[in-house]
């Protein structure tokens, strides 16, 4: 099994109850060498914690999806009970919300994984952002590739 690098900085306990996660994938190639990156903040903005890992040769929409499952992850360890979920992917945000079908059948079973997650934490919403209100998602995703 291949090793991939990560990144993780800030605190990974007593997290608020609500949390603001932004979450990236990217991938040099598509598919290509892909990373993920999430951003978790407090309600005043503030970064509670950071995590970037490359996932190795995937798809974009493979990392998009694995940021978002990571975020999930993260919040249901730390006992996240509101948690807003933000990426600049448009089409995973509509998949996430039920307004679009996933289709691509290497993607349904992280589509699964995510929906059974966001089930375990009692208020959750999917917002679409601009790339450029999705900035250190981003970079700690291109940060994950160039390790």
Not at 4 to 28: C, I, M, Q
Not at 83 to 104: F, N, W
Not at 108 to 130: P, T
């Amino acid at each position: 099994m291949t090793v991939h690098p990560r990144l993780e900085f800030g605190n990974s306990a007593k997290w608020p109850n609500t949390v603001v996660a932004y979450t990236d994938g990217a991938s040099r190639g598509n598919p290509g060498p892909a990373s993920i990156g999430v951003v978790i903040k407090d309600s005043q903005g503030e970064i509670v914690y950071e995590y970037a890992r490359a996932l190795g040769n995937q798809t974009n929409n493979y990392a998009e999806y694995s940021a978002v499952k990571k975020a999930l992850e993260l919040a249901v360890a730390n006992h996240v009970t509101e948690l807003i979920l933000r990426s600049d992917s448009e089409l995973m945000i509509k998949q996430m919300k039920g307004e679009y079908k996933v289709k691509s059948e290497s993607i349904k079973q992280l589509y699964r994984d995510c929906d059974e997650l966001r089930k375990k934490i009692k208020n959750i919403l999917f917002e679409h952002v601009r790339r450029e209100h999705n900035k250190r998602a981003d970079e700690l995703a291109n940060l994950a590739l160039d390790i």
